[in-house]
């Protein structure tokens, strides 16, 4: 099984409706974040959890909102969906680490159209 | 100006040969460096971080240069395997309520594509 899990990998919606994109890991790390991937923007980071129920934005929170209930378990969701929010999403762990090498592991991703 | 900026290619390059992809970041406050891979349609994942006295990992070497704030990566011998998005990545100490965390910022991405 992967270290991080994603479902569901692609989706295909309607503008309005509500979304969710769950993600699971078993790396026990402590740190979770959310990505989007665009075309020629690379990634940019939505939002971020340090610990079960610590939330904070990041770069591009508008229209997202986070859940981290749990420490293995972070979830995103677009309370209603518009065609921009198209792209392609990651989710992504570290270990705790106050400021070195922050290493990345990610989950294989959540295609995401809205149509 | 973006934090961190990388020629997007792509690169089409034959078997054997070698090939370099730059990066420069704006933000001198930046601590540490990698490279990450990204096969299409998959998740990135780290190639290998970058030290200030230059490292190297098989065919793959990393370079920093602090002063002008530039990154590189050096393929050599490339293989059809190395063909991918390669995407430089900078971390800078952040601090979000009281905890200090490392802020990691990518760049666009190098398309790479090794042909026989």
């Known amino acids: 099984d992967a270290d991080v899990t994603q479902t569901p990998r692609n989706r295909i919606t309607k503008t309005g409706k509500r979304i969710m994109l769950e993600c699971s890991q078993t790396?026990?790390?402590?740190?979770m974040y959310w990505y989007r991937q665009d075309p020629g923007l690379g990634l940019r980071l939505i939002y971020y959890?340090?610990?079960?129920?610590?939330?904070n934005k990041g770069e591009i929170s508008d229209g997202y909102s986070v859940s981290r209930q749990a420490q293995a378990k972070f979830s995103l969701s677009l309370e209603s969906a518009i065609p921009n929010q198209t792209a392609l999403y990651f989710c992504?762990?570290?270990?705790?680490?106050?400021?070195?090498?922050?290493?990345?592991?990610f989950g294989a991703g959540s295609r995401l159209t809205v149509l | 100006r973006k934090e961190v900026e990388q020629d997007p290619g792509p690169f089409n390059v034959p078997e054997g040969a070698t090939v370099a992809f730059n990066c420069t970041y704006s933000?001198?406050?930046?601590?540490?460096f990698f490279w990450y891979r990204q096969d299409c349609r998959k998740e990135p994942k780290l190639l290998m971080s970058?030290?200030?006295s230059g490292n190297e990992d098989g065919r793959f070497t990393a370079q920093l240069n602090r002063a002008s704030q530039y990154i590189s990566l050096l393929i050599r011998d490339s293989k059809l395997s190395d063909s991918a998005t390669y995407l430089c990545?900078?971390?800078?100490?952040?601090?979000?309520?009281?905890?200090?965390?490392?802020?990691?910022?990518f760049g666009q991405g190098t398309i790479l594509t090794v042909h026989p």
């Open positions: 992504a762990t570290s270990e705790k680490r106050s400021s070195g090498a922050n290493v990345l592991t």
């Open positions: 790396k026990g790390h402590d740190r």
């Open positions: 959890s340090f610990d079960v129920k610590d939330i």
């Open positions: 933000n001198s406050a930046s601590q540490s």
């Open positions: 970058v030290y200030s």
């Open positions: 990545v900078v971390n800078r100490v952040a601090r979000a309520g009281g905890t200090s965390y490392g802020k990691l910022t």
